[in-house]
């Protein structure tokens, strides 16, 4: 595969900086494909395809999609009952997605997040109370799905260590972490297509917790 410098894929799309990281923001399996061996961020000449006016995102049409995102977000908040309310009122640690390096269906990613689950518990869960809610997306570029999570250590001293070991259990995929925040309503994202089948899951050890006293 050939690469541009950011100069050069400027030109051969006629994009700008701004818009260029916009639409790998947006598409982070095609973001996976760009890489940085030296501190300077290559672009796959191929991709200057996905800039041509007839394929190129439609900015009017994202915007109508974060309004509509906005609404469904108030809605869930104003319903009590429903599954985001829910989950966005609970304690989370971290917010994660993991683009598969592999083709996987909804199936293979839902066996994913179920594998991981299993082997922090089967590590950790004498120890703190740990808790895991996933949804399945389609890539938007590509065949194959991809999963976001959130997850809520509660000892807090193995935050770090756990982190690591999950970046450690996807080493062949691409992992993005960072701390939760719950005013950027990543669970309505998470759920803005509904939660349904395999799509998503919800699973927590905070029944099989022992402490000191027991």
Known sequence: MK????????????????????FYKKNEDLFAET??????????????????????FDENKILRQENQSMRNLIDCLAEKNSFQNTFWEMEWSF????????????????????????????????????????????????????????IHIEDKKLHEQIVTDIQDYFNYDRVDVSKYDRY?????YMSKDGLTGE??????????ITTDEN
Request: include cysteine; charged fraction near 30%; proline fraction near 2%.
């Open 184 to 188: 950027k309503a990543g669970l309505f």
């Open 35 to 56: 890489k940085k061996p030296n501190g300077k961020r290559l672009f796959p000449v191929d991709h200057a395809r996905y800039f041509d006016s007839e394929v190129m």
């Open 95 to 150: 917010f994660f997605t993991v683009a598969y390096k592999a083709e996987r269906n909804k199936n293979s990613c839902f066996k994913q997040m179920h594998g991981l689950y299993d082997y922090l518990t089967d590590k950790y869960g004498i120890s703190t109370e740990i808790k895991l809610f996933f949804t399945t997306e389609s890539f938007t570029n590509r065949k194959g799905y991809h999963n976001h999570f959130v």
């Open 3 to 22: 690469y541009d410098d950011l100069k050069k894929f400027i030109k051969s799309t006629k994009a700008s900086k701004s818009t260029i990281y916009r």
């Open 199 to 208: 799509d998503w899951d919800f699973i927590s050890n905070s029944k099989n």
